[in-house]
């Protein structure tokens, strides 16, 4: 393993440093928000009948390490792999056959490309998207070279539901606020300080998109005109909500847009598409009997896991918006092009697909440097690379170091180290 590139940190804290720092980020936590629902393994519904209770949503203590030069190449970088994915998500000939490899032994990616072919076949009538996404990253620096520089690889790009821009604002509030509090102890060198601290402007960035979509769309296509209204399509039961609720307060408090959560498992019971060729979708919202507004975006924040599509219903709901005028946050086709798949596709050494979507871009200049944050992803198969990987996975050794990764989104489903050729044989 390679040395750390990190001195010693965090510096050790007595009792009394200790109590003051974490009645301190419990106290900010909740006034400003940085909160999140306990799930009913930690509160169960007979102690909290109602929902609502908020516990402080896990944190740091203190800021976490990262280097600037990485942090500064992730943010360069961003805005050119945007482009890569919303470039990935318009081409639809290509789209089709990386997921046709994908259809026969992924039944949820084949609903998913279901719904897209059914629009299709109707026409679309949105041809505008919003793309708000999330691009994880791990520090790498190379274990034989004991000069080499750290670097940034990529975990994997989040295009649907990507979580934790309004929470992450308020972190490194939360750091900013325990330093000018003086409630971290001095290091030496001196590491915590105002400006390694950088301001996380997420909640105002991410909500700015959300209403130039909104604003895209422009005004009410129905007869007599309609309110506009931006929907949040949410999980039933979840626990993440502030993180959504710091979005949609922005939203009209600065931007005037009426924002309205939507449970994904109700979309059918509470909206409609108008039956003529325009297809737009109205929002009747049960608590104002009467009211209607019309739906200018649709933010996912549910619909990614198959466990939420239960029954034909959830997946009449999925066509049921996409087919319909509003825009969508993201798009079906741009859902599809987060899949780990895609993801493996651009990772492969040689690949032309980074030349194939950014060349004629302005992002071409960028080729290079996305490249380099790719990290050696293996698929699964027949191909030379997937027997090499197939020899590494079924090795309780070889194991050791790698994860399996599988088409789905949310987090909790990848199989680590030793515990890959178990899972294997389980299959």
């Known amino acids: 393993m390679a040395a750390s590139i990190y001195p010693d940190y965090p510096p050790q804290v007595n009792p009394g440093q200790r109590d003051f720092l974490l009645s301190n980020t419990k106290d900010w936590s909740i006034l400003n928000g940085l909160a999140v629902r306990p799930s009913t393994s930690f509160v169960s519904a007979h102690v909290d009948p109602s929902g609502s209770l908020a516990v402080t949503a896990p944190v740091t203590l203190f800021p976490s390490l990262f280097p600037t030069s990485c942090f500064v190449e992730a943010r360069t970088i961003q805005s050119a792999y945007n482009e890569l994915y919303a470039t ?5 000939d290509w789209l089709r056959k990386i997921v046709e490899e994908l259809i026969e032994v992924d039944d949820f990616i084949a609903k998913l490309w279901n719904v897209h072919l059914e629009v299709e076949k109707e026409g679309y009538v949105q041809n505008l998207s919003l793309g708000l996404f999330r691009s994880d990253y791990m520090v790498h620096k190379d274990p034989e070279d004991p000069n080499a520089k750290p670097t940034i690889k990529q975990v994997e790009f989040n295009t649907i539901a990507s979580s934790f821009g309004g929470l992450s604002s308020k972190v ?12 971290y102890p001095p290091t030496s060198p001196s590491l915590i300080n105002a400006s390694s601290l950088p301001s996380n402007a997420s909640i105002t960035s991410l909500a700015h998109g959300l209403a130039k979509a909104h604003s895209a769309y422009s005004s009410s296509k129905s007869s007599p005109k309609l309110p506009l209204c931006i929907l949040f399509i949410v999980q039933s039961a979840e626990t993440n909500v502030f993180d959504q609720v710091a979005l949609s307060t922005h939203l009209q408090t600065h931007h005037s847009i009426p924002t309205f959560r939507l449970p994904f498992s109700v979309i059918l019971a509470h909206t409609k ?13 049960p608590h104002s009997q009467g009211t209607s507004y019309e739906v200018t975006l649709c933010y996912f924040r549910a619909g ?3 466990a939420e ?4 219903n959830s997946w009449a709901a999925r066509l049921h918006l996409e087919r319909s005028a509003a825009i969508k946050c993201p798009s079906i086709l741009t859902h599809l092009a987060g899949s780990k798949k895609i993801q493996q596709e651009l990772a492969t050494p040689d690949s032309p697909h980074l030349i194939r979507f950014l060349s004629s871009t302005a992002s071409s200049q960028y080729i290079s440097r996305i490249r380099s944050t790719f990290a050696t992803i293996y698929p699964l198969d027949s191909s030379p690379a997937g027997q090499t990987a197939i020899r590494i996975a079924t090795d309780p050794e070889q194991s050791e170091n790698y994860v399996l990764k599988p088409q789905r989104e949310g987090g909790g489903n990848n199989i680590y180290g030793s515990k890959i050729p178990a899972f294997l044989d389980s299959l």
């Open 172 to 183: 490194s509030g939360l750091h900013s606020y325990l330093h000018s509090i003086f409630a």
């Open 304 to 306: 990614y896991s198959p």
């Open 88 to 92: 990935i998500a318009r081409d639809r």
């Open 309 to 312: 599509y239960s029954s034909p």
């Open 273 to 285: 598409v108008s039956p003529d060729s325009h297809r737009i979708l109205t929002y009747h919202p």
